[in-house]
């Protein structure tokens, strides 16, 4: 699930502010936030930050897309608990008879 895991480096880039915080959270190395961060603005064709050699700034774009993919990563994780709970959870009827 590469896109999902560029989707979600993306959110924390924006929410942390900086490609060295998301790492933090996510637990892998700036370079490979970075690396993901390259990889979705070329599937997606677009610029989702303004990068200079101090500090980084989303674009007006990236703000709407950012919108839209943390709606769907929240959905996601919600979705991915409703079924890990239904894996973990017994159901169903029990018989015993002596």
């Known amino acids: 699930m590469k896109?999902?895991?560029?989707i979600e480096a993306f959110v924390r880039v924006v929410e942390c502010g900086d490609f060295?915080?998301?790492a933090r959270v996510m637990n892998v190395?700036?370079?490979?936030?970075?690396?993901?961060i390259k990889r979705l603005e070329q599937?997606?064709?677009?610029t989702l930050f303004e990068r200079s050699t101090r500090k980084i700034r989303v674009t007006v774009a990236g703000l709407e897309i950012y919108e839209h993919f943390k709606?769907?990563?929240?959905?996601?994780?919600?979705a991915?608990?409703?079924a890990e709970h239904g894996l973990n959870s017994l159901s169903g009827s029990?018989?015993?008879?002596?």
Do not use: P
């Not at 896109?3 to 560029?6: F, K, P």
């Open 71 to 78: 709606t769907g990563l929240e959905s996601f994780n919600q």
């Open 20 to 22: 060295t915080g998301a």
């Open 3 to 6: 896109n999902l895991d560029d």
């Open 29 to 36: 190395t700036d370079g490979a936030v970075s690396k993901q």
């Open 43 to 46: 599937s997606l064709c677009i």
């Open 80 to 82: 991915k608990l409703i």
């Open 94 to 98: 029990i018989s015993i008879s002596s």
